[in-house]
């Protein structure tokens, strides 16, 4: 009877894991717990933003949108603030073409809105830097390290996730993954690499608080 259990599990498993094949799903990305190429991305909705304003995706109007999730505190991130500029300048000469929306979640005092505003303000950041306190959107995305990076197609889609690059370091960077995977978007074409391993500094997300027995079982 044990046998028999077992050999119909393992056939319910590999009929299951062969229909995510076929429909081009199998829950997540290979480095995306949350996200697979292809899924709609998630989409945010009055985040304030460091120019005073509160921004949604719905209104964005550009063909393709790159999300990176980021802050002030990362080291790594901070590494990489002046190539996401030079991005989101290049395809700025071409409007409509692209928008860059960076989206902060961290709660430390370093992460703050107001000291996010002291970053764009000094850095003259040519994005839209975003705040989300209670940070779903970026457990929508699934979203681990600051920076992470997602190009949205104009069906607002995941087309790529992951890194920008293969080095913090500017001089040493050797294979470029994002920009590829926007020209090859703006092309219709899937990107060569769709995900890559984002490397960086852990997203701070704030612990979760466990309920007690008594108010699960509703004393």
């Given at each position: 009877m044990i046998r028999r259990l077992t050999m119909a599990s393992l056939f319910a498993a590999v009929m299951v894991?062969?229909?995510?094949?076929?429909?081009?799903?199998?829950?997540?990305?290979?480095y995306n717990e949350t996200l697979s190429i292809g899924d709609r991305a998630p989409a945010w909705k009055d985040l304030p933003g460091v120019d005073?304003?509160?921004?949604?995706l719905s209104e964005i109007d550009a063909e393709l949108v790159v999300v990176v999730f980021t802050c002030n505190s990362c080291p790594i991130a901070a590494d990489y603030e002046d190539r996401i500029m030079a991005l989101a300048k290049k395809y700025a000469a071409e409007p409509g073409k692209l928008a860059v929306v960076a989206i902060n979640v961290n709660l430390?005092?370093?992460?703050?809105?107001?000291?996010?505003?002291?970053?764009?303000?000094?850095k003259g950041f040519p994005f839209a830097y975003l705040f989300d306190e209670s940070q779903k959107i970026a457990k929508d995305y699934g979203a681990a390290f600051t920076p992470e990076f997602f190009v949205l197609d104009k069906d607002r889609r995941v087309a790529y996730t992951g890194g920008m690059d293969d080095s913090s370091d500017p001089a040493r960077v050797?294979?470029?993954?994002?920009?590829?995977?926007?020209?090859?978007?703006?092309?219709?074409?899937k990107p060569q690499t769709q995900e890559t391993v984002a490397r960086g500094c852990r997203i701070r997300y704030a612990p979760q608080r466990k309920r007690s027995k008594e108010i699960e079982r509703g004393e």
């Open positions: 894991s062969g229909w995510a094949a076929l429909s081009g799903r199998a829950g997540a990305g290979e005073g304003r509160k921004h949604s430390v005092a370093e992460d703050s809105l107001p000291k996010m505003k002291q970053r764009a303000e000094q050797k294979i470029k993954y994002l920009e590829p995977a926007i020209e090859a978007t703006f092309a219709g074409k």
